[in-house]
């Protein structure tokens, strides 16, 4: 069983920058991969990064060369620093433990609001 909590959304302008963390309880953080995955109003989830319990990274298009994911397994945090904010990226933010690869998430966080006006 894995808790995760979610922290560090806000308002920003855009070309601003903003952290998310998550911080997980329970024993087993290290052995899943983790990812970070968005929803918009009116939008369905979107995958925005993720990385493996090894730590390699993947990123989609629309947040690569922005985004960074990170991962520190002694603290169980997982984090996403997001730089050059665009209003596109307006979402509610979850962290997620599970499969990177196939996407397929067993543990979700409740969410973290990020608006990024123009």
């Known amino acids: 069983q894995v808790q995760l909590v979610e922290s560090g959304g806000g308002l920003v302008q855009a070309g601003g920058s903003l952290r998310l963390s998550c911080v997980a309880s329970?024993?087993?953080?290290?052995?899943?991969?983790m990812g970070w995955i968005r929803q918009a109003p009116g939008k369905e989830r979107e995958f925005v990064a993720g990385?493996?319990?090894?730590?390699?990274?993947t990123y989609s298009d629309s947040v690569k060369d922005r985004f960074t994911i990170s991962r520190d397994n002694a603290k169980n945090t997982l984090d996403l620093q997001m730089n050059k904010l665009k209003p596109d990226d307006t979402a509610v933010y979850y962290c997620?433990?599970?499969?990177?690869?196939?996407?397929?998430?067993?543990?979700w966080g409740q969410g973290t609001q990020v608006t990024v006006s123009s």
């Open positions: 997620a433990a599970g499969d990177v690869r196939s996407g397929s998430y067993k543990y």
């Open positions: 990385i493996s319990w090894i730590g390699t990274r």
């Open positions: 329970g024993r087993s953080f290290s052995n899943y991969g």
